[in-house]
């Protein structure tokens, strides 16, 4: 048996992969930050190195 404790943040414009004990937890997904847990409501990526992602 294999226990998942990585996987892709759920936002999908995101490439960054989330430790699930760091990740923010919202509606079952997991995400790498609030920014895109919120759906980046102020247009803001998520701001780790490489990631481009926003709204």
Same mark, same amino acid.
């Given at each position: @048996?294999? #226990?998942? #404790?990585? @996987?892709? +943040?759920?936002?999908?414009?995101?490439?960054?992969?989330?430790?699930?004990?760091?990740?923010?937890?919202?509606?079952?997904?997991?995400?790498?930050?609030?920014?895109?847990?919120?759906?980046?409501? #102020?247009?803001?990526?998520?701001?780790?190195?490489?990631?481009? +992602?926003?709204?």
């Amino acid at each position: @048996m294999t #226990t998942v #404790t990585q @996987m892709k +943040c759920a936002c999908e414009s995101c490439l960054c992969i989330v430790s699930l004990s760091d990740a923010v937890i919202k509606d079952s997904k997991a995400y790498c930050s609030q920014d895109c847990a919120n759906g980046h409501p #102020t247009g803001q990526g998520c701001g780790h190195k490489g990631c481009g +992602c926003h709204a």
